[in-house]
């Protein structure tokens, strides 16, 4: 094999392995290419049912993916409970408590039955 041949093989390899991001444009979606902008969509327009992905995601391992969460949720409610995405996870725990709470008390519930929709409600600290 020439050092040309080996050089384009090579260059190919690089070039095919190279691809854009796939699935649906969904927060839940586990690939950040898709997920941050799904993120920001969500924020842009005031999309509060993206929020219960957004609380679950604050207890993800990968730090990247907490950061994109607790900065939509910040910016679709106002608040951050104290969060801090880079801490360990015995300091995230009481912040993350907090925004169960919140998600579980802006849940409507006529009938004393939920429906999965998320109200605005003014988030407390």
Not at 51 to 77: C, M
Request: charged fraction near 30%.
């Amino acid at each position: 094999m020439t050092i040309r041949t080996a050089a384009i093989l090579a260059l190919m390899t690089l070039v095919g392995g190279c691809s854009e991001p796939t699935g649906p444009r969904t927060v839940q979606n586990r690939d950040l290419a898709v997920k941050v902008p799904a993120i920001k969509e969500a924020v842009k327009n005031r999309d509060l049912s993206a929020a219960p992905q957004l609380v679950h995601d604050l207890d993800s391992d990968d730090p990247a993916v907490r950061f994109y969460a607790i900065e939509g949720l910040r910016r679709l409610t106002g608040q951050s409970f104290g969060y801090v995405y880079y801490e360990d996870r015995d300091r995230r725990r009481e912040p993350v408590m907090k925004w169960r709470r919140w998600l579980d008390e802006s849940h409507e519930a006529p009938s004393g039955g939920g429906t999965g929709e998320v109200k605005a409600v003014e988030a407390k600290p």
